[in-house]
């Protein structure tokens, strides 16, 4: 193995600066690998598919703000498989350069969806919310300017890294916000589903034709297969081209998904598998909170 290859084995990318929510996460489920900041989602995928990182860590969907943009037609243009999933708590802090006093405070900056899922504090303190390309860059810049009249909101990680103080912490307007992300790979996996609940990730495309989504969905209900997961969006820039993106808790090896699928395959002129992976326990969490 040469020393690109080895690094490469010991590295996983995300999308953002260093000390975003993404590196967080990457630093959470994968302790003991390198993080490799990308300035894109597309750098971040290149960075796998070109060999230069073992893993991506791609944040897919949050509680508050709902699906992550672009990211749904990144993935099945891609070579990359979900290998697995993790659900992260967003922690929203209030930072600012060193001796700065809330008070004092007059500007925030931020990522849209940061400053949206924190209006409580915003409105509070009376500051002017400016939208930043990613929450650890609205930290990097503030610590740059010195400037003690303007916050960022960004992570504890983003505190350190740069070197400012918390103002406050919890900013979040929502316990609950939490961001799902996927760990995408080169090379797909096969996990046994003795060993606990297996997902299984697909986009399709439906036929125009009357009713062809009712028709190719009732092959999921019919068998007794949860689908978790079921969102729509246009390709190829025409309305009538619509592309879905499908989870369910099932492996393909059971014989009620197979029957689903063979009868989705009847309605649909596409069908991509974009990953077979361990259900997070989050899942099991979150459902027996709200049954």
């Known amino acids: 193995m040469s020393d690109n290859q080895s690094q490469a084995a010991k590295t996983i990318a995300f999308q953002g600066a260093p000390g975003a929510y993404s590196d967080m996460a990457c630093r959470e489920v994968y302790s003991e690998l390198r993080t490799m900041p990308c300035k894109t989602f597309t750098d971040a995928f290149a960075a796998v598919a070109g060999g230069a990182a073992r893993f991506a860590m791609i944040p897919i969907e949050n509680s508050v703000a709902g699906r992550v943009a672009d990211i749904h037609q990144l993935l099945p243009e891609s070579s990359l498989h979900i290998v697995a999933e993790h659900y992260q708590p967003v922690r929203h802090n209030l930072l600012a350069c060193k ?17 949206s899922q924190c209006r409580n504090v915003i409105q509070r303190l ?14 990097a810049e503030i610590a740059k300017l010195g400037d003690p009249t303007i916050a960022a909101i960004a992570s504890g990680l983003a505190a350190e890294i740069y070197g400012l103080d918390v103002i406050e912490t919890g900013v979040e307007d929502e316990a609950h916000n939490t961001t799902r992300f996927v760990i995408l790979a080169g090379t797909a996996i096969d996990p046994d ?19 062809a989504l009712y028709k190719a969905l009732g092959g999921f209900a019919t068998n007794g297969v949860n689908m978790t997961k079921l969102e729509s969006y246009m390709v190829g820039g025409t309305f009538t081209a619509t592309q879905f993106f499908a989870e369910v808790e099932a492996h393909p090896t059971e014989l009620r998904l197979q029957r689903a699928l063979e009868e989705l395959s009847f309605f649909t002129s596409k069908v991509k598998i974009m990953g077979v992976y361990p259900a997070h326990p989050f899942r099991a969490e979150s459902a027996a909170r709200t049954a």
């Open 99 to 115: 001796g700065a006093e809330i008070a004092g405070l007059k500007i925030v900056r931020s990522h849209v969806h940061a400053l």
């Open 126 to 139: 009376g500051l002017n919310a400016v939208v930043h390309a990613d929450t650890a860059g609205a930290a």
């Open 193 to 211: 589903p003795a060993d606990g609940p297996v997902v299984t990730s697909f986009v399709f495309h439906v036929r125009n034709v009357p009713a």
